[in-house]
């Protein structure tokens, strides 16, 4: 079992920025893909960003390109999202997950709140 715990989130006003961490315990994660979904009131929850087993490569959606940076340091277990020109679209729940790149992800995170004020 693999648990995941996300810090980082709070308010920010808009063009700002914040970064977002998840540790993982229980079992390495070095060899899975990780990646950030977020969960908007009222929405379905979205893919935002992930990143391969050795963080060589990457992919995000469209709405956060450019904008958000995924990035991972496997020895300590951990997944960061580097959050710049932040909008109030962006607000949201946010959840770090593990499983396979650009595929299905099996272990998921209790979620960090995002609020992003205008």
């Known amino acids: 079992q693999v648990q995941l715990v996300e810090s980082g989130g709070g308010l920010v006003q808009a063009g700002g920025s914040l970064r977002l961490s998840c540790a993982a315990s229980?079992?390495?994660?070095?060899?899975?893909?990780m990646g950030w979904f977020r969960q908007a009131p009222g929405k379905e929850r979205e893919f935002v960003a992930g990143?391969?087993?050795?963080?060589?490569?990457?992919y995000y959606a469209d709405s956060v390109k450019g904008r958000f940076t995924i990035s991972r340091d496997n020895a300590k277990n951990t997944v960061y999202l580097q959050m710049n020109s932040l909008k109030p679209e962006d607000t949201a729940i946010y959840y770090c997950?593990?499983?396979?790149?650009?595929?299905?992800?099996?272990?998921w995170g209790q979620g960090t709140q995002v609020t992003v004020l205008l």
């Open positions: 990143v391969s087993w050795s963080g060589s490569s990457t």
């Open positions: 997950a593990v499983g396979r790149y650009k595929g299905d992800y099996d272990y």
């Open positions: 229980g079992r390495t994660v070095s060899t899975y893909a």
